[in-house]
């Protein structure tokens, strides 16, 4: 399945929510609001099927405000460029969203969980092949927004569509 077809886009886009959710240390970052989230029990599949995926991880890009209360992952893709190299293959930009509370930062880890859960995503997709996108490349990341109650962080990783 080529992305050069659009169509085939959101398929391959759910193959980088799987290599997400088969993460558990980022699971439980995500999952679990106290300060000890990685000696907590690992998720199930039927817990990641319906209480992290389109919940904590989305596909859909939109967080409302009743769902800042947890961290939250989304995804956007933000363009998609013919390859200069090889007009049959196109470059595509994806931008990630790291949500999380401000009461929620400190974790029992000499890390902080903004950073903890950037870490962990980087480890998920950083030169990582996802069968039909391509190999990821990135990780750069920015701060988005700051406010009094939450924290958005944006990572950035290419790849270039390939059959």
Known sequence: MATRNLEDL???????????????????????????PYSEADLTQEQIKNEIYEKLIKVVPRV??????????????????SNPGNNEFRDFE?????????????????????????????KS????TIDGLGKMV?????????????SCYEMVYRFTSYD
């Open 10 to 36: 959101g398929p391959n886009l759910q193959k980088v929510v799987s290599r997400l959710q088969s993460n558990q240390r980022l699971l439980k970052l995500l999952y679990y609001t106290g300060k000890d």
């Open 64 to 81: 409302g405000s009743k769902e800042l209360a947890t961290s939250i992952v989304t995804m956007r893709v933000v363009r998609g460029l």
């Open 94 to 122: 994806l931008d990630l969203e790291v949500f999380v509370p401000l009461t929620q930062w400190f974790i029992k880890d000499s890390n902080l969980r903004p950073f903890a859960i950037m870490g962990e995503i980087h």
């Open 125 to 128: 997709l950083n030169n990582k």
């Open 138 to 150: 990135g990780g750069d990341f920015q701060i988005n927004f700051l406010t009094d109650e939450i």
